[in-house]
């Protein structure tokens, strides 16, 4: 059995703030929230035996890349730490996340950062949508589109229509108005003072305007500046850090299971393969699949919550049946029947997700993992999720084209 991987804790930045119009470039965020997360959990920059940073576009948002370095920079004792940086789009925290655990398992280190860091909003959100847009096939997909990723999930929607009828955009904006509400009680959460109407998530053209094809404002992920950082370590380096503060190994956070998949790049691609598979989406199933199987469970109400990612309310509405929370093509019950609210039998994004939290590209994969640490060990605040002790992260990259799949519990 591999060596089993605890979360010590973490820290992330408010997803609110513009980094840029406070003069502070990423390096600075990367600072701030690194030493806040080691002020957080007790822990000391020459603990860090490696460090693993999730990042997907700071080359063109900043013109900077090797930020791997960049980790030596940010204290003395933080030179000559080995570090890595992984990127796979919306997913490369999750990647971060993904090699840092291996590295633990394989028996390496007993204590390793995952940072996850998207610098975006210095530029127009045109150009944002450009840069986002490489996540794309270049020069193959979604040629005519103004925004490319609202006009890829819009695509996902006419799939969706054309397996199993026409998706309502009643349970669409049902999905982004629950992810809104949940942001307000977030005290990171880019929209937490946003104000809406009783038209908002509905499909009126001026409360609610058309971006691509079926795909509506208030339908999409936030572009974000953002970091988040959390800290993973051996059985052997947690127990010694539980028994200094007064704890069990049992009170902490552990990552109970684990799934990775890759599809092919364009979304044309996916959908072909999937043309007779009862699911639109199977390769995320089976990643979902995946994380079960190695976490000991076999159905998702063995969980208490769900961090999904919801880039665009539709890649929620796709996630509820690739968890098989209801039969493939049937997410809108889970809607309609409360499962996925606050309150409900399997609470959906309760920080907010990418539509009510934020969605700082590389930092979203370890945002996540450090939710799941934050709901089992009981402190998620006004987003807490009574009773969680089990929670499932799932976490994609492009047009469904890198997954990620977690489950969180206790140690």
């Not at 994380?291 to 969980?303: E, K, M, N, T, V």
Request: charged letters at 25%; hydrophobic letters at 40%; aromatic letters at 8%.
């Amino acid at each position: 059995m591999p060596e089993p991987v605890y979360i010590l804790g973490g820290a992330q930045s408010d997803f609110a703030r513009n980094w840029a119009r406070e003069g502070l470039g990423i390096d600075a965020m990367m600072r701030e929230v690194l030493f806040d997360g080691l002020d957080r959990t007790g822990l000391e920059p020459r603990d860090l035996q490696s460090v693993h940073v999730g990042n997907f576009v700071a080359e063109l948002f900043c013109g900077q890349g090797q930020l791997g370095g960049m980790i030596a920079s940010l204290h003395p004792d933080l030179s000559g730490v080995p570090t890595q940086r992984h990127e796979a789009a919306c997913a490369s925290g999750s990647m971060a996340v993904l090699a840092a655990a291996a590295e633990i398992e394989a028996g390496r280190y007993d204590l390793v950062a995952v940072l996850g860091v998207e610098y975006m909003r210095n530029v127009p959100g045109q150009t944002a949508a450009e840069h986002l847009g490489a996540a794309a096939w270049a020069g193959r997909e979604w040629q005519d589109a103004t925004y490319v990723w609202p006009a890829a999930f819009a695509d996902l929607i006419e799939a969706y229509g054309e397996k199993f009828g026409r998706v309502s955009y009643d349970h669409l904006g049902e999905i982004a108005r629950i992810n809104y509400a949940n942001g307000k009680r977030n005290p990171y959460a880019q929209t937490r003072k946003w104000q809406f109407n009783d038209r908002s998530f509905t499909e009126d053209d001026e409360a609610n305007p058309v971006i691509e094809g079926r795909v509506r404002r208030n339908d999409c992920g936030q572009v974000t500046d953002g970091a988040a950082v959390v800290f993973l370590a051996s059985r052997e380096r947690a127990a010694e850090y539980a028994k200094q503060r007064g704890l069990k190994l049992a009170d902490l956070a552990k990552i109970d299971g684990w799934g990775h998949r890759t599809a092919p790049m364009m979304l044309s691609e996916k959908l072909t393969e999937s043309r007779n598979d009862r699911f639109v989406l199977p390769h995320v199933n089976k990643a979902i699949r995946e994380s079960f199987a190695r976490a000991g469970i076999d159905s998702p109400f063995q969980l208490d919550a769900i961090e999904t990612h919801d880039c665009f309310a539709m890649t929620e509405y796709a996630a509820i049946d690739s968890y098989e929370i209801t039969a493939p093509g049937e997410s809108w019950k889970a809607v309609e029947e409360g499962v996925i609210a606050a309150d409900g039998r399997l609470p959906i994004n309760p920080s907010g997700g990418l539509i009510g939290l934020g969605h700082p590209v590389g930092a979203t994969g370890v945002r996540m993992m450090l939710d799941g640490y934050r709901q089992v060990t009981g402190q998620a605040g006004d987003c807490q999720v009574e009773g969680a002790k089990r929670v499932g992260l799932l976490n994609i990259g492009g047009s469904t084209t890198t997954i990620a799949s977690f489950v969180v519990g206790r140690g």
